[in-house]
């Protein structure tokens, strides 16, 4: 197991996710596609995580948070790059908590832990998305400082549309 990295809370605990948790990542995301109802949008796959994670080029990283010893969340990130600020940033790309362990203020951790991470790596921000339907995680957010960034829409090719992007080159 990763060195566990103690929270303010004695019951929660954190730590860099290791390869042999990979099928744990896919269970918490399972858990937040659910939450979001997406779960049909779910084809990672253990290798694919393993690969994207673990592998030769390493994509993102992974925080698992323990409450009393039992999984409690995740929260899956990388580093982008801000042109005008000439720094890297860091994307967080999920932060979920089990339903049953919300409250205890482990998202919280999470969360505060990410921004001691971007200060340690001298990044300019930390940015994430939320569905605009999610208005605990919007509170939560917004309470932690957060600002939404409304002027901003995101957008997005996948799947097929790549390889007609693609195509046009």
Avoid at 5 to 26: G, Q, R, S, Y
Avoid at 36 to 61: I, W
Avoid at 102 to 108: A, E, F, P
Wanted: glycine share 8%.
């Amino acid at each position: 197991m990763n060195e566990l990295i103690k929270t303010k809370n004695p019951d929660v605990t954190i730590h860099f996710a290791i390869e042999k948790e990979v099928p744990l990542i896919l269970s918490l995301i399972r858990g937040i596609a659910d939450y979001e109802k997406l779960s049909h949008e779910v084809v990672a796959t253990e290798e694919v995580l393993r690969n994207s994670l673990f592998g030769k080029n390493k994509f993102a990283e992974v925080l698992i948070a323990e409450y009393k010893n039992e999984t409690a969340g995740f929260a899956l990130f990388f580093h982008n790059f801000s042109t005008f600020l000439g720094k890297p940033g860091i994307y967080l790309e999920d932060l979920f908590v089990k339903p049953e362990l919300r409250g205890k203020g482990i998202g919280k951790i999470l969360l505060t832990y990410l921004g001691k991470i971007a200060i340690e790596r001298d990044c300019g921000r930390v940015e994430w998305g939320v569905l605009d339907w999610n208005e605990p995680a919007i509170k939560f957010y917004k309470n932690l400082g957060a600002q939404p960034m409304d002027e901003w829409t995101v957008f997005r090719v996948s799947g097929e549309a790549i390889e007609k992007l693609a195509d046009q080159f």
